[in-house]
């Protein structure tokens, strides 16, 4: 006779507590261990009123969680009463369906975020093309050109953004293939891409580091992070997408020695690299990435993040922006995730908003940290300046 699968069970009266096995097919379920009274004494607690509830009704199919001998496991009772009040049914192993449901409700959820993430991440490189036409229209010359250069790059990353947000769609995996990639080649692409002006200055903390990443992923991580300092950072009366000339890119050392030797104006910024107080001739904004000794960061000067709103800046929909989406930093922190690192928000030396991207794989054996995680490069020739 062929074994049904399942162990074959009695409860007198429907009582939740006495299981008496009468036949067992199930090899991944030991009936010598399953107790035959006091059942809701390895049903875990938080499960036990969803048993009694599905044991009072006449057909009972209800999954929940055993725990024998400090090992838990899911099981599925299904079961019916007979014409004497006694529960007979088959219990199953459910840990695949749980997991299989658990995958269903990531799919779910990713697909609600999916037509978020598109509309949100296709408006950045858009709004910068269509701002550089319509200054394209008033411009001469070589103006023209470099216009028209401009939105051309933003439309390409726009067909990049489209093919891997198809690729996640029909995947299902948050990032692609990983590869070592340069850090400030990402983050000059991001740069680009995300609006600047003259107004708002780029300070990169050089080395920066060498990361295993999904270039492109990260990028639109980059991206949103520029985007939403720009906009939170900036004057009230400013839009990156009218500006006339990209954000100046300065480079500092690791250390800070290029912030002393500029005098009362700057501080020693150490690990974190922000610099000091501003004069008249500073920009309105800076955005700063540098290294941090496992990951790197992106920070601003501009008036942070209150505190009370951090602990909510990731979730979607959470914007503090009358025209924002808020699928911005969520975006930011899927895309942390799917790495594998840990993305956190905290307040920059200046006061302003810094993001924090840790358990990076490093692909720079060169590079070293002191004691208090500031970076070093092996054979630095110190500062420079662009």
Not at 104 to 117: G, I, M, P, T
Not at 194 to 202: C, F, I, R, T
Not at 271 to 292: F, I, K, Q
Request: proline share 5%.
């Amino acid at each position: 006779m062929e074994r049904r699968p399942g162990i074959a069970y009695r409860r007198p009266d429907g009582d939740p507590n006495r299981l008496v096995v009468e036949a067992a097919g199930e090899p991944r379920l030991d009936p010598e261990a399953l107790p035959h009274t006091d059942w809701l004494a390895v049903t875990a607690e938080e499960d036990r009123d969803k048993l009694r509830s599905a044991l009072e009704t006449a057909s009972v199919d209800v999954t929940y969680r055993i725990c024998i001998h400090d090992d838990c496991i899911w099981v599925r009772e299904c079961g019916r009463r007979d014409e004497n009040g006694d529960v007979v049914g088959y219990l199953f192993p459910a840990s695949d369906r749980v997991e299989r449901q658990r995958r269903l409700a990531r799919q779910r959820e990713r697909l609600e975020e999916f037509a978020s993430v598109v509309s949100h991440d296709l408006r950045n490189p858009l709004s910068v093309a269509v701002g550089n036409i319509e200054l394209a229209k008033a411009s001469e010359g070589e103006a023209v050109d470099e216009r028209l250069e401009r939105a051309h790059d933003a439309l390409d990353w726009m067909d990049d953004l489209i093919s891997d947000l198809l690729a996640l769609a029909r995947e299902g995996r948050s990032v692609e293939e990983t590869a070592h990639i340069d850090l400030r080649v990402v983050v000059d692409e991001a740069w680009r891409t995300a609006g600047s002006s003259p107004e708002v200055d780029l300070v990169v903390e050089e080395p920066l580091p060498t990361v295993d990443c999904d270039r492109n992923r990260l990028r639109e991580a980059l991206e949103n992070l520029f985007r939403n300092a720009i906009e939170h950072g900036s004057p009230a009366d400013y839009s990156p997408d009218d500006s006339s000339t990209p954000g100046t890119f300065t480079e500092s050392a690791a250390g800070g020695d290029e912030a002393q030797d500029a005098g009362d104006s700057t501080t020693d910024h150490g690990e974190g690299g922000e610099h000091g107080a501003r004069d008249s001739t500073d920009p309105a904004l800076r955005v700063y990435v540098g290294t941090l000794a496992d990951g790197f960061y992106v920070a601003d000067d501009g008036p942070g993040i209150d505190p009370v709103e951090r602990e909510s800046a990731f979730e979607p929909g959470h914007t503090t922006a009358d025209d924002g989406t808020g699928f911005g930093l969520a975006i930011v922190e899927r895309i942390a995730e799917a790495h594998g690192w840990e993305v956190s928000v905290t307040e920059s030396r200046e006061g302003g908003a810094r993001f924090e991207f840790r358990g990076v794989d490093r692909g720079d054996e060169a590079y070293s940290t002191d004691g208090n995680g500031s970076g070093t490069a092996s054979g630095s020739d110190g500062p420079s300046r662009e």
